[in-house]
């Protein structure tokens, strides 16, 4: 039903960047917080940040002094810019849209964009 839309995925050396990108429609877009998990070969998914409609951020211990989400309402479209990179951020990316009523449980899920940091 709900389609998001999540780019922005790449090959890039440790220490580089990334900026990831997830467009949703308006009517999720303007109502709810968003969200940015990761899943590794062999691992589960994990959660790395989420941004609510008012823009207050939530962010996992292992990235929070080098990645920043942000959301530009006027274009239904989150980002993730990813700095300093590490070979442990390689995973596929999944845009979310997260629960009114509780902001760890997400309800959708975009495609994925794959995420490899090499040494």
């Known amino acids: 039903q709900v389609q998001l839309v999540d780019s922005g995925g790449g090959l890039v050396q440790a220490g580089g960047s990334l900026r990831l990108s997830c467009a949703a429609p308006e009517t999720t877009f303007s109502k709810n917080t968003m969200g940015w998990y990761r899943q590794a070969p062999g691992k589960q998914r994990e959660f790395v940040a989420r941004i609510t409609t008012g823009g207050i951020t939530n962010y996992a211990d292992s990235v929070k002094a080098r990645f920043t989400i942000s959301r530009d309402n006027a274009k239904n479209t989150m980002y993730l810019q990813m700095d300093s990179l590490k070979p442990e951020d390689t995973a596929v990316y999944y845009c979310?849209?997260?629960?009114?009523?509780?902001?760890?449980?997400?309800?959708?899920w975009g495609r994925g964009t794959q995420v490899t940091v090499t040494s």
């Open positions: 979310s849209v997260q629960a009114a009523w509780a902001a760890s449980v997400s309800l959708y």
